[in-house]
């Protein structure tokens, strides 16, 4: 990766905090483990947006889709089998997508910063 240019800033509704955190959390790696926390990370990242849609879609549709995107298999049963918490939980996911979608993310990159470690 090129000191002058930042991979980061290709991914699709990036906040300054994930970025900074993203920065931060990489200093200490080399070029190889950056390219491959990159690879890595950019194939487990959530995008806010989506994760909106994905809620949008349990009031029209399945309840708890979001939950099952982000990896939270028990979440997401309880949400498709109550209607999503009698859409109360999923109005709740609806104000804090973004919250959900960073949480996720951040649990991803240190997964992804752990791996590219070991490697090489």
């Known amino acids: 990766m090129d000191m002058y240019q930042n991979p980061?800033?290709?991914?699709p509704g990036i906040t300054p905090e994930e970025m900074g955190f993203l920065q931060q959390g990489?200093?200490?790696?080399?070029?190889?483990?950056?390219?491959?926390?990159?690879?890595i990370y950019s194939g487990k990242r959530k995008n806010p947006q989506d994760i909106l849609?994905?809620?949008l879609i349990g009031f029209f549709g399945v309840a708890g889709v979001q939950r099952f995107v982000l990896g939270e298999v028990i979440m997401g049963l309880l949400y498709l089998f109550t209607a999503g918490f009698?859409?109360?939980?999923?109005?709740?996911?609806?104000?804090?997508?973004?919250n959900l979608t960073s949480e996720h993310?951040?649990?991803?990159?240190?997964?992804?910063?752990y791996i590219?470690?070991?490697?090489?």
Request: hydrophobic share 40%.
């Open 26 to 39: 990489t200093a200490e790696l080399d070029e190889n483990q950056k390219k491959t926390f990159y690879m």
């Open 53 to 55: 849609l994905f809620t």
């Open 86 to 98: 009698c859409f109360i939980g999923t109005i709740v996911d609806l104000i804090n997508y973004k």
């Open 8 to 11: 980061y800033m290709a991914f």
């Open 116 to 120: 590219a470690k070991m490697s090489t």
């Open 105 to 113: 993310n951040r649990k991803m990159a240190y997964e992804s910063f």
